[in-house]
Nanobody, 118 residues
């Protein structure tokens, strides 16, 4: 099992920034990829960004490219999502997920609310 604990959500004005954190514990060696997803009210959960613990490559949805940055601290087993130039349409519950592939989700965090006001 892998446990994921997210933090860092909140309310921000359009154009502002937030940084989300996701701390992983447990059998993290079984999950080589860490991904961020989000789910807005009335919409399906969608992939936002991802990376692998043993690679420097990062992956993004087109809607967040150039504004969001995913990063990691291997020693702390923590993944971050730096969100800049936030827009009202970024409002959603953000989840981190552990899996074996970019975009996969064998384990979920509890989610953290991000609200962007116009």
């Amino acid at each position: 099992q892998v446990q994921l604990v997210e933090s860092g959500g909140g309310l921000v004005q359009a154009g502002g920034s937030l940084r989300l954190s996701c701390a992983a514990s447990g059998r993290t060696f079984s999950s080589s990829a860490m991904n961020w997803f989000r789910q807005a009210p009335g919409k399906e959960r969608e992939f936002v960004a991802g990376l692998r613990w043993n690679s420097d490559s990062t992956y993004y949805a087109d809607s967040v490219k150039g504004r969001f940055t995913v990063s990691k601290d291997n020693a702390k087993k923590t993944v971050y999502l730096q969100m800049n130039s936030l827009k009202p349409e970024d409002t959603a519950v953000y989840y981190c997920a552990a899996g074996t592939l970019i975009g996969s989700h064998n384990y979920w965090g509890q989610g953290t609310q991000v609200t962007v006001s116009s």
